[in-house]
């Protein structure tokens, strides 16, 4: 089965400072990858996700992630952390394996933006 | 519509009581998606429906909870004799078929508290 690691539960970053947010994955096959973000009392926004291809992802509002099979992760970066940025980032994995359409979620990673 | 709509918003029931949740989906997404989300827990995927095919129910707690989805569209998940755990933002999803390779598009969810 499917799963996703985000590790730290929150995040604090200066603005203007880098933000990384980290996600790792277990899948069985090959994965698909997401970024997903939600602001208070909002569904998820889809931000990025990786296919095949590229390594590097970009995605809205200047995010972007690296996919790195090795270590099966997929880091969520922006190099200039906005305080608009504050909010709970989720990463989602699902196993390329037929007929699985389920996206397995993380716990998600509260960003705090510090002015 | 533009988006994936659900109501109510906010629920608030006795212990005991059954509710009914609503999601209309995106017309044309043919895959409608259940997850509950609870503080501290991530994303915890419930019910999954592809077109005319049977559901992937997997995911449901227990008995008590139940989904249906009409014409291919509206869906409804019902919960029976509400008890306090079931408390948590329900979030339903949908996409295009194979959609988790385009990822999910999310409403606003409806926040339910068993009092």
């Known amino acids: 089965a499917q799963s996703v690691a985000q590790p730290e539960d929150q995040v604090n970053v200066a603005e203007g400072n880098p933000l990384t947010v980290k996600c790792t994955y277990s899948?069985?096959?090959?994965?698909?990858l997401f970024w997903y973000v939600q602001y208070p009392n909002r569904g998820l926004q889809f931000l990025l996700k990786?296919?095949?291809?590229?390594?590097l992802v970009k995605g809205s509002y200047g995010f972007e992630a690296e996919f790195n099979k090795s270590q099966t992760s997929f880091h969520l970066k922006k190099p200039s952390a906005l305080v608009s940025d504050s909010a709970l980032y989720f990463c989602?994995?699902?196993?390329?394996?037929?007929?699985?359409?389920?996206?397995?979620f993380g716990k998600g990673n509260q960003v705090v933006v510090i002015p | 519509g533009a988006g994936v709509s659900q109501s109510p918003s906010n629920k608030v029931t006795e212990k005991g009581k059954d509710v009914e949740l609503r999601c209309d989906p995106i017309?044309?997404?043919?895959?409608l998606y259940w997850y509950r989300q609870s503080l501290g827990q991530g994303l915890e995927f419930l019910i999954y429906?592809?077109?005319?095919?049977?559901?992937?129910k997997s995911g449901l707690p227990s008995d008590r909870f139940s989904a249906e989805r009409t014409g291919g569209s509206v869906s409804t998940l019902t919960i029976q004799r509400t008890q306090q755990e079931d408390s948590a933002v329900y979030l339903c999803a949908s996409s295009h078929r194979q959609g988790s390779n385009y990822g999910y598009t999310f409403g606003s969810g409806t926040r339910l508290t068993v009092v």
């Open positions: 899948v069985s096959g090959n994965p698909y």
């Open positions: 429906f592809q077109g005319n095919s049977a559901p992937d």
């Open positions: 990786y296919i095949t291809g590229d390594n």
């Open positions: 989602a994995v699902r196993d390329m394996g037929y007929g699985n359409n389920r996206l397995a």
């Open positions: 017309s044309g997404h043919t895959a």
